[in-house]
């Protein structure tokens, strides 16, 4: 069974960081490219980042651009979200999910609170 | 970037009705990699139909999807109970992989 759970979230101060994880078992982790998804309160999906199977290629919404990193560790089957500089605005439910063209399989997601 | 901007809003419909939202991208949705997810309260996004008209898993065939460039459309034949719920398109034919807004299918 494909299990992904994201961790990390929690209540942090504008201009705060955090980090986010998401532990992945059930399939070949370095076989896929992976994303970041985040959902605002009563608001619709927003696509954060992606990174490929290989952690090379790396893409983000420019919303998020320069505060926050995307990173993987294959080894240990795991996804990483990096979020500095945080602002009101990015709070939400963050969802990791896996990629195979679409995102196929989802986890149930972190909420962040961005909040003084 | 390529915007997506779905249709109706809201869907008001009754048990055994067919539903038919429509998702318009900006430009041309390279490969025609447009897929539908399904949200309910509190849960994560599910995978529909992607490419644009390829059922994913365990989805039921009252479950289409059609469309090609610019227009596509997902089609529920003939909604049951569990099908009220948010639906979104997503373009992934380019890097950055854009939502449309939703289209909230309610119970009439």
């Known amino acids: 069974e494909v299990l992904l759970v994201e961790s990390g979230g929690g209540l942090v101060q504008p201009g705060g960081s955090l980090r986010l994880s998401c532990a992945t078992s059930g399939f070949i982790f370095s076989s896929y490219d992976m994303n970041w998804v985040r959902q605002a309160p009563g608001k619709g999906l927003e696509w954060v980042s992606s990174i490929s199977n290989s952690g090379i290629t790396i893409y983000y919404a420019d919303s998020v651009r320069g505060r926050f990193t995307i990173s993987r560790d294959n080894a240990k089957n795991s996804l990483y979200l990096q979020l500095n500089n945080l602002r009101a605005e990015d709070t939400g439910v963050y969802y990791c999910a896996r990629d195979r063209g679409p995102s196929d399989s989802w986890g149930q997601g972190t909420l962040v609170t961005v909040s003084s | 970037e390529i915007v997506l901007t779905q249709s109706p809003g809201t869907l008001s419909l009754s048990p055994g009705e067919r539903a038919t939202l429509s998702c318009r991208a900006s430009q041309t949705v390279s490969n025609n990699y447009l897929a539908w997810f399904q949200q309910k309260p509190g849960q994560a996004p599910r995978l529909l139909v992607y490419?644009?008209?390829t059922r994913a898993t365990g989805i039921p065939n009252r479950f289409s999807g059609s469309g090609s460039a610019t227009d596509f459309t997902l089609t529920i034949s003939r909604l049951e109970p569990e099908d009220f719920a948010m639906y979104y398109c997503?373009?992934?034919?380019?890097?950055?992989?854009?939502f449309g807004q939703g289209t909230k299918v309610e119970i009439k």
């Open positions: 490419g644009p008209s």
């Open positions: 997503q373009q992934y034919g380019s890097s950055s992989k854009m």
